[in-house]
């Protein structure tokens, strides 16, 4: 299995800044792309961002410019820089590994349990 962990959520002004982080572990496993999900209350869950293998990104039109994904291959850490944040960005934020154990025949998504933001205005 492959375990998922965010960390970084918190609480933050309109307008502040805050880095969320989240590590893939466990058996081994080749990841093909990480991204970070949303959701808000009474919405469904929506993406934010991804970073595949090759690094190319993909962003929401609500985030870009203000956020930034990167990662950490070495580490199998993915990174969301989220600037000039906005009360609109509030919601649970959740990690998605799109990952193939190297015993297994296909890739499928692993999830963490989600890091609470919330932006006050």
């Known amino acids: 299995q492959v375990q998922v962990a965010e960390s970084g959520g918190g609480l933050v002004q309109a307008g502040g800044s805050l880095r969320l982080s989240c590590a893939a572990s466990g058996s081994t496993f080749n990841i093909n792309a990480m991204g970070w999900y949303r959701q808000a209350p009474g919405k469904q869950r929506e993406l934010v961002a991804v970073?595949?293998?090759?690094?190319?990104?993909k962003y929401a039109d609500s985030v870009t410019g203000r956020f930034t994904i990167s990662r950490d291959t070495a580490k199998a850490t993915v990174y969301l820089q989220m600037n000039r944040l906005k009360a609109e960005d509030t919601a649970i934020y959740f990690c998605n590994v799109h990952a193939r154990l190297l015993t297994a025949p296909t890739f499928r998504d692993y999830w963490g349990q989600g890091t609470q933001v919330t932006v006050s205005s």
């Open positions: 970073i595949s293998s090759g690094g190319y990104t």
